[in-house]
């Protein structure tokens, strides 16, 4: 991968900071609610994530142990303001099952794992996808693993960074084989792309404003 590219990744990074500053992305207090947030949050807004994990905490259940022996139902109940709660309390419980066999519930073993042998165990859990996978390595565990989200396949796309037919694994070794393999960097690129993504790249773009519409016209044949 060409040197143009790092240059190009760190010039849209730089552009949108300035823009928008930090993100103080994970908005958990915890590695366990960053993991429990991290499969709750699939196909639903935050806030409604938020209302669930307070429900957790209220509970005072928010320990690997106590959500181990609590029956998938009862977790299910309070999950509910999630939505699709059934099928995320099942997910969760796989997740938790996994962890008390692997690793005896303890997250801090876990993390201890080599970066990519824990990405492959993860993703063999049931109901863990790449995004979820790579969120929870990153934002909980603090290791260099690049989270990729729709916004940030259609943001590389509009800046003729990747083509079509890019999947999770080519944009995500777009970013990590051209910038420093830097958590804080990581966590605040793609926290910024979200932004750009809710603000500006819909699927029908507002470019007026964008931090990023400068570029527009820059970038030519980039990865050659």
């Given at each position: 991968?060409?040197?143009?590219?790092?240059?190009?990744?760190?010039?849209?990074?730089?552009?949108?900071?300035?823009?928008?500053?930090?993100?103080?992305?994970?908005?958990?207090?915890?590695?366990?609610?960053?993991?429990?947030?991290?499969?709750?949050?699939?196909?639903?807004?935050?806030?409604?994530?938020?209302?669930?994990?307070?429900?957790?905490?209220?509970?005072?259940?928010?320990?690997?142990?106590?959500?181990?022996?609590?029956?998938?139902?009862?977790?299910?109940?309070?999950?509910?303001?999630?939505?699709?709660?059934?099928?995320?309390?099942?997910?969760?419980?796989?997740?938790?099952?996994?962890?008390?066999?692997?690793?005896?519930?303890?997250?801090?073993?876990?993390?201890?794992?080599?970066?990519?042998?824990?990405?492959?165990?993860?993703?063999?859990?049931?109901?863990?996808?790449?995004?979820?996978?790579?969120?929870?390595?990153?934002?909980?565990?603090?290791?260099?693993?690049?989270v990729v989200d729709a916004y940030t396949a259609r943001i590389l796309r509009r800046h003729g960074l990747i083509d079509d037919s890019a999947d999770y694994e080519e944009i995500k070794?777009?970013?990590?084989?051209?910038?420093?393999?830097?958590?804080?960097?990581?966590?605040?690129?793609?926290?910024?792309?979200?932004?750009?993504?809710?603000?500006?790249?819909?699927?029908?773009?507002?470019?007026?404003?964008?931090?990023?519409?400068?570029?527009?016209?820059?970038?030519?044949?980039?990865?050659?």
């Amino acid at each position: 991968m060409s040197s143009r590219t790092g240059k190009t990744l760190m010039a849209f990074y730089d552009a949108m900071f300035k823009a928008y500053g930090p993100q103080h992305w994970w908005p958990a207090r915890t590695p366990t609610e960053v993991v429990v947030g991290a499969i709750l949050t699939q196909n639903t807004a935050w806030r409604n994530v938020e209302r669930a994990i307070d429900n957790l905490r209220r509970a005072n259940l928010l320990d690997w142990r106590k959500l181990h022996a609590l029956g998938e139902a009862d977790l299910a109940e309070l999950i509910r303001p999630a939505g699709t709660y059934k099928v995320k309390a099942r997910r969760l419980k796989a997740f938790i099952e996994w962890l008390h066999d692997r690793y005896d519930g303890d997250l801090d073993r876990m993390f201890e794992t080599p970066l990519h042998a824990l990405r492959e165990q993860l993703l063999g859990v049931s109901g863990i996808g790449r995004e979820t996978a790579d969120a929870i390595l990153l934002y909980a565990g603090s290791l260099p693993s690049f989270v990729v989200d729709a916004y940030t396949a259609r943001i590389l796309r509009r800046h003729g960074l990747i083509d079509d037919s890019a999947d999770y694994e080519e944009i995500k070794e777009l970013f990590e084989s051209n910038l420093p393999l830097e958590v804080p960097l990581f966590n605040e690129y793609h926290a910024l792309l979200v932004q750009i993504g809710k603000l500006h790249c819909r699927p029908r773009a507002r470019c007026e404003g964008c931090p990023l519409e400068r570029f527009e016209h820059e970038i030519e044949n980039v990865n050659e």
